[in-house]
């Protein structure tokens, strides 16, 4: 089975401040994926991040970045110099890969609020 | 660019009374996803539908649950009774194929629906 977990419910910070979210997950599949989704006060789902099994290099894309580390099963997401508007509930989520179903599995979500 | 459009962004109703959610996914895409997040809570898989067939379903998609893809171009969810704990955020979500490494799933922006 599949889980994903994500340890922190909420977290608030102030306006530049780093903050990292982090996520742990279970899988028995050898090939898998793994994503990043932010959720904003409006509710609709916005895609951040996908990365595969067999791909840990590390990703940055402006003040987001990435850090997956299969021997533990983690995908943290870091945003550095946080902005009010990186407030939201942000997901990590799960998928398998080939062959069978490609449904998403998310961790609880953790919200993030950025105070100025 | 090509998005996953929901209707209606918001639907208020009565217990025991069925409900349609619609869905019009990109339209090039082959395969159909329904989530469900209730308030405050994760987002939920109910159901994965390709080649006019469901082809998983989660445990919540139970005998109320219907899922159709009427014409071209809709995706629709049916509730057929409709419960207090149905209200919930129901996400559409479509890709263009799997079983050949991940084909991301693009999300619409979500219906809500209340049931009183």
């Known amino acids: 089975a599949q889980k994903v977990t994500q340890a922190q419910t909420e977290i608030s910070v102030v306006e530049k401040e780093d903050v990292t979210l982090d996520c742990v997950y279970e899988?028995?599949?050898?090939?898998?994926?793994l994503f990043w989704y932010k959720q904003p006060p409006s509710g609709e789902l916005v895609f951040l991040i996908r990365r595969n099994s067999f791909d840990e290099q590390n990703e940055i894309s402006g003040r987001y970045s990435w850090n997956f580390q299969k021997s533990t099963s983690s995908f943290n997401f870091t945003i550095t110099a946080s902005q009010v508007v990186d407030s939201a509930v942000y997901f990590c989520?799960?998928?398998?890969?080939?062959?069978?179903?490609?449904?998403?599995?998310f961790g609880k979500g953790m919200k993030l609020t950025v105070n100025p | 660019e090509p998005e996953v459009t929901q209707t209606p962004s918001h639907q208020v109703t009565q217990m025991g009374q069925e409900v349609i959610l619609r869905c019009v996914p990109i339209s090039n895409h082959l395969y159909f996803y329904w989530y469900r997040q209730i308030l405050g809570q994760k987002v939920e898989f109910l159901v994965s539908f390709y080649n006019n067939e469901i082809s998983e379903k989660s445990e919540i998609f139970d005998d109320q649950f219907s899922v159709e893809r009427p014409d071209g171009s809709n995706f629709t969810l049916k509730i057929r009774s409709t419960k207090l704990e149905d209200s919930a955020m129901y996400f559409c979500?479509?890709?263009?194929?799997?079983?050949?490494?991940?084909?991301?799933?693009?999300f619409g922006p979500g219906t809500r629906l209340t049931v009183l």
């Open positions: 979500a479509s890709s263009t194929n799997r079983g050949r490494g991940y084909n991301e799933q693009f």
């Open positions: 899988t028995r599949d050898t090939t898998y994926y």
């Open positions: 989520a799960l998928s398998r890969s080939q062959g069978g179903s490609e449904k998403l599995v």
